[in-house]
């Protein structure tokens, strides 16, 4: 914990840590200390780790990255971060991420970007270590901690895992607990470990994860040991290879990694199968209806009453303004961009056509999944981003669906539910990390992890 604290100190210009807490992570640590030599130390004891700023952390701001948010810390714990303290973690403090988990880059945040630690050989231009959850990425690549969790709305683990070289893992939707995290859009969001190793993901996930009242879509299910199913036997498995996520345009890069990823699990006796998932190239569009709905109805409750910052008000103001005036300081662009197409969408001319539209589509991505699962398939390959790292300022000013691109092979997941993991798999020949996708069975997070401890 001291050599994290110390790490974080000189790396601001990493801009990974937002809020820092030594007094809390050497408090917590002496504690871990004592459990230690007590006998009693469970798993994560005395592990240092960031937190997302999207976490509720009691007494400790809580922003989301936003000026909405400015001066709010609050009365309660996340039940995940509280299942962490229980199981003897540390925190280091909050990490930056995009406004809300709403973009690709962290260049959403209202604190700035974080930056990613790695660079293009011979280049010192700075990259990002991708987005929303990309101030974990940093610290954790960054060795800043030794894990960090993040969320995944429809890719917000898996692409920044990618981008820096670090294990991300997307829970199947109802694993862990969403109680205390700032939502997004709640039938997406899943909260997951961002880690150094596929082992680590297995342990931080056994502490995150498990029902929970709080949270009426938390699943009341048994935890499988996930560590003890890390055997990297995964002879006889059945792994898909979807011919739709070879798209057009593909950088010869991304083509090479998944080939070599194949053969990976080839050799250690899978047997690899082509299969269809027909309805892939609509999950996109989908998405970018459905999340941006669910939002903007979630952030109806930034309203300059409950929560953070509230403008500064004209003689003659009424509550009206009170509302505009807030709401139109403490949103980014991004922000204003998702809740103008939510409400467009589910406004009462529009919701068929668009929001209903997106759930049909949505049931039809999720029948894919099934029908693939019913004929004896494992799990599903696919590369984790359709490139490594983009420099920052890049794509700041490009048309936003090019941004939005970078989810096109993490979203089907979201919107299906599904547990995902982005294992780094490689270099490219500008020595940047590149991260392949394993999808795996609902509920089967135990054997996803194996297969990607075979391909780690
Ligand atoms: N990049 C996607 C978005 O902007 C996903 C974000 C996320 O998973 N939180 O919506």
């Not at 210009?13 to 459990?35: C, M, N, S, W």
């Not at 989908?286 to 952030?299: C, D, G, R």
């Not at 759930?359 to 599903?380: E, T």
Request: contains cysteine; hydrophobic residues 40%.
């Amino acid at each position: 914990t001291e050599a994290c604290v110390s790490a974080i100190e000189g790396a601001d210009a990493l801009g990974a840590f937002v809020h820092k807490t030594p007094e809390i992570a050497l408090e917590q640590a002496k504690a871990a200390d004592a459990r230690i030599k007590s006998g009693d130390a469970p798993a994560m004891c005395g592990i240092p780790l960031g937190i997302k700023d999207l976490f509720c952390t009691k007494g400790v701001a809580s922003q989301a990255a936003s000026n909405i948010l400015e001066g709010f810390k609050p009365e309660y714990e996340s039940t995940i971060t509280q299942n962490l303290w229980d199981a003897g973690a540390v925190m280091l403090g909050k990490l930056n991420m995009d406004e809300f988990a709403m973009g690709s880059s962290n260049e959403t945040s209202a604190y700035g970007n974080a930056v990613n630690p790695w660079k293009r050989a011979g280049d010192d231009a700075e990259l990002t270590p991708g987005g929303s959850s990309g101030g974990s990425a940093s610290a954790v690549a960054g060795d800043l901690c030794l894990a960090a969790t993040g969320t995944d709305t429809g890719g917000s683990i898996r692409q920044p895992a990618a981008f820096t070289g670090i294990t991300g893992l997307k829970p199947t939707y109802g694993r862990c607990s969403r109680w205390g995290v700032v939502a997004f859009a709640s039938s997406l969001d899943q909260a997951g470990p961002m880690t150094k190793t596929v082992r680590d993901a297995a342990i931080m996930l056994q502490s995150m994860a498990g029902h929970d009242a709080k949270d009426s879509t938390s699943a009341d299910l048994p935890l499988p040991d996930f560590e003890a199913a890390l055997t990297g036997d995964i002879r006889g498995k059945k792994i898909g290879i979807p011919k739709e996520y070879r798209m057009d345009g593909m950088p010869e890069e991304i083509e090479k990694l998944w080939q070599e990823g194949t053969e990976m699990l080839r050799s250690a006796g899978a047997e690899i199968v082509d299969i269809s998932l027909p309805h892939t190239k609509y999950a996109l569009p989908a998405y970018y209806v459905i999340a941006p709905a669910e939002a903007s109805s979630n952030l109806a409750r930034y309203d300059g009453v409950r929560y953070g910052h509230r403008a500064k008000l004209a003689e003659g103001d009424g509550i009206e303004q009170m509302y505009q005036k807030t709401r139109a300081e403490g949103f980014g662009h991004e922000v204003k961009r998702r809740v103008m197409i939510g409400t467009y969408v589910l406004s009462a001319g529009f919701y068929d056509a668009y929001y209903n539209r997106a759930r049909r589509v949505r049931a039809l991505i999720k029948k894919d999944f099934d029908d693939v699962f019913a004929a004896g398939v494992d799990s599903i390959l696919t590369p984790a981003t359709p490139s490594a790292a983009f420099g920052l300022g890049e794509m700041a000013d490009a048309d936003p669906v090019q941004m939005y691109l970078n989810d096109v092979f993490t979203v089907t997941v979201n919107l299906a539910g599904l547990p995902g993991i982005a294992v780094p798999t490689g270099v490219n020949a500008h020595g940047l990390p590149l991260g392949l996708q394993l999808i795996g069975r609902p509920w089967q997070e135990d054997e996803l992890l194996n297969a990607a401890y075979a391909l780690e």
